[in-house]
């Protein structure tokens, strides 16, 4: 307990760490402050034109659903109106588009809380991420570089327990600065839509949405954290992880999706790490396989898609993050600290 | 007296990524007794720091045997690690820490009490500006709170690797205060160094390392004694006659630029008496006593011949091994 409130004292002296949060704060700052200058509360006949073309865009989706439902069934010649409907009709039915649209999506110049909450979230998330690995990899490179853990260890000469609290520590306090920041954040935007725009349709599913993607978010910034401070150790330097991602995004994420391509792979998009991180965070992912279709007969629908789910993605998360991991201990465990 | 740090045959080598093997420690021995200052010395690159790296646990020896304090180290270092003291090399700060904020987060990682602080900043001279962030302390004062935290602990073994580092005259001499005092309550002290004139009025016993192996050890007085000359500096009126009656002696005389160095002869007054009897009055009579820094540069030569032993204490000088403390590349040497 002793080692670990130490490190937490350690950790948040480190300008780095100061510096990030600073960041972080400075980031949400412009974006409320962007967001809030450029909303303004609608007044009531704002609303009531907005949910006006709501309801027409609404009958607009449903007659052309009907539309092609008749001329499915024969009873419109196919270049009657001149429109062109989709083999499959059900692709246009209202009840099967991911949302209909709203009152807010005819409110410009206001921002609705409800419809931006999401993307809001995913750019907080992506922001902690960044902070998670950067500050993980820093934590234990700067210290192992500048003879900080070999000090530590002359206190306490036992090295996983050493490296266990500081990853510990390390995954508790990047845990605490995102779910303060993102509570804070959500908190601040839906104070803007109260005041300053519209709040929206703020159902019971709509915050186990909003829930799913935060508890998702987190979980994918601690991955991170613990990513950016295994390879750290492993390389004994903040730039290992960084030269690790950089080279992995250049080298496989570009160079080998082009060459998977050339090749005529099957389903490049599995092999590809940050496949599996959308689909983690959103839920699921749709990729686009062209051999999927290939022997489907003329007439018969055929989508080409195929899903990826959160739930192999974040088994292949966990293995990468476990097994880094892994070997960031059994490597630290035996190396000559010199 | 029971022994406090025990290291039989110690050996450890780094491999570089080319393939290539450095030796580091070639079958090293080390005894410290409880009570003493014991002085480790080596030139650069000797091995010193290797070794107490090695007996602290952070590097992974290659064979051997050690312990610390009567437990084998470094398997069962955590036993009693809260009862040594350590600083190796110079250890980094955060700089934007105070010298208190730094012990105290130390203090509280070891489970120390936090009133400890105080009292070893006050031991190293740094009560009065460890309030004062560590980025703006000079070298001198860094080291001082690196000692400072090898002394959190009170502890009964204190292992300080270079401790003068960046010391100025006044703090060496404080050093070297700090450490006697120490001693006097009772701590046991091994102090890596290569300012040997410090070593030699600090420690009552030594131990030479060279090119990985132990080259001398004992108390200082018997280390300097074992390689006592017999020689006396003589300063007399005529010292072209005073030569040939000395060598007539069957003494062996060897002319200086301003006096004569007389050697084969234990006794002083065999000198006096030869040239006495003969009219010639002696103006200058001292004897050579050799300083730890003469026998260093004699010694540390002897470990770059992988065929000699490997402990070879108080070893004959090699023929122009004196002095050679330059290549110190082993690289390719066989454990």
């Known amino acids: 307990m002793n080692l670990v409130r130490a490190e937490v004292e350690r950790l948040s002296a480190r300008r780095f760490v100061q510096l990030m949060v600073v960041l972080l704060v ?70 099967r588009a991911e949302r209909l649209p709203v009152a807010a999506d005819f409110l410009p110049g206001v921002f609705s809380f409800a419809k931006e909450a999401r993307p809001l979230l995913y750019f ?157 965070l959103t839920g699921e992912a749709r990729f686009w396989d062209s051999q999927l279709c290939a022997g489907s007969r003329p007439g018969v629908t055929c989508e080409g898609f195929y899903s990826l789910t959160w739930g192999p993605a974040l088994l292949v998360l966990l293995l990468i993050t476990g097994g880094l991991t ?9 190396r000559d600290l010199v | 007296m029971s022994a406090v740090i025990e290291i039989e045959g110690l ?30 010395l080596g030139p650069n690159g000797s091995g010193k720091t290797t070794t107490l790296r090695a007996l602290l646990g952070l590097v992974r020896a290659d064979g051997g045997r050690m312990s610390v304090l009567g437990e084998p180290s470094p398997e069962l270092l955590p036993r009693v690690a809260g009862q040594v003291g350590a600083i190796v090399e110079s250890p980094q700060f955060f700089g934007n820490f105070t010298g208190y904020r730094t012990l105290r987060l130390l203090a509280r990682a070891g489970g120390v009490p936090v009133s400890r602080v105080d009292e070893a900043l006050d031991l190293v001279g740094l009560r009065d500006r460890g309030d004062e962030r560590v980025k703006g302390y000079s070298l001198g004062m860094k080291q001082r709170l690196a000692v400072a935290s090898a002394l959190l602990k009170d502890p009964r073994l204190l292992i300080l690797d270079e401790p003068a580092n960046g010391l100025d005259p006044a703090g060496i001499r404080e050093m070297r205060d700090l450490m006697r005092s120490l ?55 005529e010292p072209e006659r005073a030569v040939e009656l000395l060598r007539a002696a069957g003494l062996m005389v060897v002319v200086d630029a301003e006096a004569l160095v007389v050697g084969g002869v234990t006794d002083s007054t065999v000198i006096s008496r030869v ?43 090699l023929p122009g091994a004196e002095g050679d403390l330059i290549d110190l590349d082993v690289r390719g040497v066989d454990a």
């Not at chain 1, 909303?39 to 704002?46: L, Q, T």
């Not at chain 1, 892994?326 to 035996?334: E, H, K, L, P």
Request: glycine share 12%.
């Open chain 1, 26 to 95: 400075l980031a949400f700052g412009v974006t409320a402050a962007t967001t809030l200058a450029g909303s303004h509360k609608p007044n009531a006949d704002e609303v009531a034109s907005a949910r006006a073309k709501a309801v027409e865009a609404r009958r607009g989706m449903e007659s052309t659903h009907q539309a092609c439902l008749d001329r499915q069934n024969g009873l419109t010649q196919p270049d009657e109106r001149g429109d062109w409907y989709p083999a499959d009709c059900s692709e246009l039915d209202p009840l």
């Open chain 1, 124 to 280: 907080l998330i992506a922001f902690l991420v960044l902070f998670g690995f950067l500050v993980g990899a820093s934590y234990i490179g700067a210290d192992l570089n500048s003879g900080g853990v070999v000090n530590l260890l002359l206190w306490r000469p036992r090295r996983l327990t050493v490296l266990g609290a500081k990853l510990g520590t390390l995954l508790g306090g990047v845990l605490v600065v995102s779910v303060l920041a993102s509570l804070f954040y959500l908190a601040t935007f839906w104070v803007i839509g109260q005041t300053a725009g519209l709040a929206g349709r703020l159902s019971g599913d709509f915050w186990r949405s909003l829930g799913a993607v935060h508890g998702r978010g987190l979980v994918l910034v601690l991955l991170a954290t613990a990513v950016g401070f295994a390879i750290a150790a492993l390389g004994r330097h903040t730039s290992a992880a960084l030269g690790a991602v950089a080279a992995y995004a250049v080298v496989w994420e570009l160079g080998g999706r082009l060459v998977l391509e050339i090749v005529d792979a099957r389903r490049p998009d599995l092999l590809m790490l940050s496949s599996h991180i959308g689909a983690w």
């Open chain 1, 326 to 334: 892994a070997a960031a201990f059994a490597v630290f465990r035996r």
């Open chain 2, 11 to 40: 050996r450890k080598s780094f491999r570089s990524l080319r393939g290539g093997k450095r030796v580091a420690v070639d079958g090293f021995d080390l005894l410290v007794e409880e009570g003493q200052i014991h002085g480790f």
């Open chain 2, 183 to 237: 001693a006097a309550s009772g701590v046991t002290v091994l102090v890596s160094s290569h300012i040997l004139g410090e070593i030699q009025l600090i420690c009552d016993h030594v131990t030479i390392i060279s090119r990985g192996r132990r080259v001398a050890t004992g108390r200082v007085d018997e280390v300097l004694a074992g390689h006592d000359r017999h020689e006396f500096l003589v300063r007399v009126a």
């Open chain 2, 275 to 317: 040239l006495g009897e003969q009219g010639l009055w002696v103006g200058e009579l001292t004897p050579l006593r050799p300083d730890l820094e003469s026998v260093f540069l004699e010694l540390t030569g002897a470990g770059e011949h992988p065929s000699l032993p490997r402990q070879v204490d108080h070893a004959t000088p």
